[in-house]
């Protein structure tokens, strides 16, 4: 019999094997790093390696900050408390108190100096908005793998007007699936959007139907309590991986909502070969409902598969401590008779000691995070609220570290108020740095890459993030009578791995309206203007606009008609009919095949692609329209730099009909997986121009 930790690293290994198959390359590549530790003086270090990334909670490297909620024993926050109430030790150690503030948040109930709470349409407005102390965060995460359908339907409406009623106009919120990338997550003041998406969720607990090709290859291959394991590890990496997209975005107290109805390493006998659609198949522990009861070598596994989901609850609770993250764990079956079902012949005895396991690893998973376990509550609404209570009110206490230890171990805090009849809950402690961060921290900023490298970087996450359900791309060429020609592209997302068709309505169409600074419609009409079938490639439209100030309005329509994400964007629209040099907007094209990327070539106005990933086996050339005084052309070189900024090789360039586009071949085959930049050069009478074009290759 293999130990358990080596089945567990052959699992874990699994594991990684299918989520690295189900999600993109990038998105499990990765999981976004968290922000670095801030040195002396306030300034960034440089990053380090996310599983030795310490959590930023500090002011120097000494300061510690830890977040307090005091409250009555009916839940009620208490709001009067001075310094000098509050006594903090670590490692048993006394400390002083140096800083000490009253965080009260209302949502944005009540509008600020500055108005509105801001829409969150990019990638830095999520950012900054995120990262300010009066924004409260929250992410849910729905593990449809260990929650029943039936239960899934009758809690999703609760969840949603949890979302609903109890949610501020400024409160940040997003949602995630264990097969989801953490990169598709956008934390979203449009909670209609995340209410809509919470209401589809459909639970696959015990269903081992596949939805994609992945689970195909192990769920008819191994026996059902394998699928389960691999399920496990693939919720908790995920779950791990949205705690440290929340601490790259937020310093502060992030509340995680899990909504599970807990894990297990093991099943009874009767489950352990009914893959879905497969029963009576002779084994004769289903028709004992109490196999395996008192098998020594029942037992004997129980107690390692135990020790294993030990482990991997530790690794999500650690996680969740070093970035400041409450886990509120709701299990949505509301007040849980049993574990399994009638029809699946469990034992009374066995059937209740599997849910008292699976509670306890919703309410482990909260104790140790500063949460709350919402289990065995027929009404969650109740204790929901909770939620919001928590992250509504409580102190930030500051103080450095009397133990000073650079020694990278977690190190215990408790705190306690000298007032009787209270309760008090805080972070159970911080991970110190390691002498290697220390060096870091302390250590002068390296210097930032040029704005246009970065801007350039920052556009190829945003391609494959930007808006919930489509991507978008805008280029811009010269027009007719000194005016500017707008193209618009828009292309559908690529399905979350793992979900039906069935589960969400598909983008047809694009709602458009094009204005200036004077509000005159440059365009206003539906991309494709008749309704459609759900396209599988980038569609365009094209309109011309004076140069300046142009706000494009967006809606995205499904395939009934209803609206499934809107944007407002502001963009400024450049003067191509001046004496200098000039450069449009590059336009990107991918083919899967050499008679694909011959058609391309010869259609002039195929629509070029938003996104900016690609595969080493895609065929990827770009178009470039260039413009020198009058009629004139300028010349054309291009690069390939690495994502530093440094040139790999030069790439040719020809020129194409009509005159003023070039045309930039790529080839990917031989490049290794990362990200890369085009330097695009016009060398003409008008002067040189310079662009920059960043993309992916995930594999």
Do not use: C
């Amino acid at each position: 019999m293999s130990r358990p930790s080596d089945r567990r690293r052959r699992l874990l290994l699994l594991a990684m094997i299918v989520a690295a198959a189900t999600m993109s390359g990038a998105a499990l590549q990765q999981q976004p790093a968290p922000p670095p530790p801030p040195a002396q003086g306030g300034q960034p270090a440089a990053a380090t390696d996310p599983d030795t990334q310490q959590p930023v909670f500090r002011a120097g490297i000494n300061f510690v900050r830890v977040d307090v909620i005091v409250t009555d024993r009916s839940g009620n926050p208490i709001n009067d408390l001075r310094p000098q109430d509050f006594e903090i030790t670590e490692e048993g150690r006394p400390q002083k108190v140096e800083t000490f503030k009253l965080i009260a948040l209302d949502g944005g109930l009540v509008p600020g100096p500055e108005g509105p709470p801001r829409q969150i349409r990019t990638d830095t407005d999520e950012e900054d908005e995120a990262a300010r102390d009066d924004v409260r965060l929250f992410a849910i995460f729905l593990d449809d793998y260990h929650v029943r359908r039936e239960t899934s339907m009758s809690a999703r409406e609760q969840i949603a007007r949890f979302i609903e009623t109890q949610l501020g106009p400024s409160d940040m919120v997003g949602v995630m699936y264990p097969l989801q990338p953490t990169a598709t997550v956008r934390m979203t003041r449009n909670h209609a959007a995340v209410v809509k998406g919470v209401r589809q969720f459909l639970g696959r607990k015990y269903d081992y139907t596949p939805q994609n090709a992945i689970e195909e290859r192990y769920v008819y291959n191994y026996p059902t309590e394998l699928v389960e394991r691999i399920r496990n590890q693939v919720s908790m990496t995920a779950i791990r991986a949205l705690i440290m997209r929340l601490g790259a975005l937020k310093e502060g107290r992030k509340a995680l909502i899990l909504v599970s109805e807990g894990y297990s390493n093991i099943l009874p006998p009767q489950l352990r070969d009914a893959i879905a659609g497969q029963s009576g198949l002779g084994n004769p522990a289903r028709d004992d409902p109490n196999a395996g009861l008192n098998s020594p070598i029942e037992d004997r596994a129980a107690f390692a598969a135990s020790m294993d989901m030990e482990e991997e609850l530790r690794e999500i609770y650690d996680t969740a401590n070093r970035y400041n993250t409450a886990i509120y764990t709701v299990d949505p079956r509301g007040l849980a008779p049993y574990e399994f079902g009638v029809d699946q012949n469990v034992g009374f005895q066995i059937d209740r000691n599997y849910l008292n396991a699976s509670l306890d690893t919703l309410r482990t998973l909260a104790a140790e995070t500063d949460g709350r376990a919402i289990v065995n509550r027929n009404d969650l609404s109740i204790g929901m609220k909770q939620i919001v209570r928590d992250t509504s009110a409580y102190y930030l206490l500051g103080y450095n570290s009397t133990n000073a230890r650079t020694d990278g171990k977690f190190h215990e805090i408790k705190v306690r108020v000298r007032r009787p009849g209270v309760q008090v809950r805080a972070r159970k402690g911080y991970w110190a740095y390691t002498a290697a961060d220390a060096a870091r921290a302390t250590a002068p900023p390296k210097p930032e890459p040029p704005k246009a490298i970065e801007s350039a970087l920052a556009a190829i996450a945003q391609s494959s993030r930007g808006a919930r359900v489509v991507r978008t791309w805008i280029g811009t060429e010269r027009g007719t009578n000194g005016r500017t020609k707008v193209t618009f592209v828009w292309e559908p997302l690529p399905r979350v791995p793992g979900q039906s068709p069935g589960q969400s309505d598909q983008p047809a169409r694009v709602s458009l309206t094009a204005a200036g600074p004077d509000g005159s419609p440059y365009f206003r009409g539906r991309v494709p203007s008749q309704a459609a079938l759900v396209p599988t490639g980038p569609t365009r439209i094209s309109f011309e606009a004076q140069p300046g100030k142009l706000e494009l309005r967006m809606s995205v329509e499904g395939t009934s008609a209803e609206v499934l994400d809107s944007e407002v964007r502001e963009i400024v629209v450049p003067d191509l009919s001046s004496t200098r040099t000039a450069l449009g907007t590059p336009e990107v094209y991918r083919a899967r095949t050499l008679r694909e990327l011959q058609q391309l070539k010869a259609d002039r106005l195929a629509a070029p692609v938003a996104a900016r990933e690609f595969s080493r086996t895609d065929r990827v050339f770009l178009r470039v329209p260039a413009y020198g005084p009058g009629d004139g052309t300028p010349k054309l070189t291009a690069t390939l730099l690495n994502r530093a900024g440094q040139a790999f090789r030069d790439l040719p360039v020809a020129v194409s009909a009509p005159p003023a586009v070039s045309e930039i071949d790529l080839t990917l085959a031989s490049l290794p997986p990362g990200e890369y930049l085009i330097e695009i050069t016009a060398s003409g009478e008008g002067g040189d121009v310079k662009e920059l074009v960043g993309f992916r290759i995930t594999g």
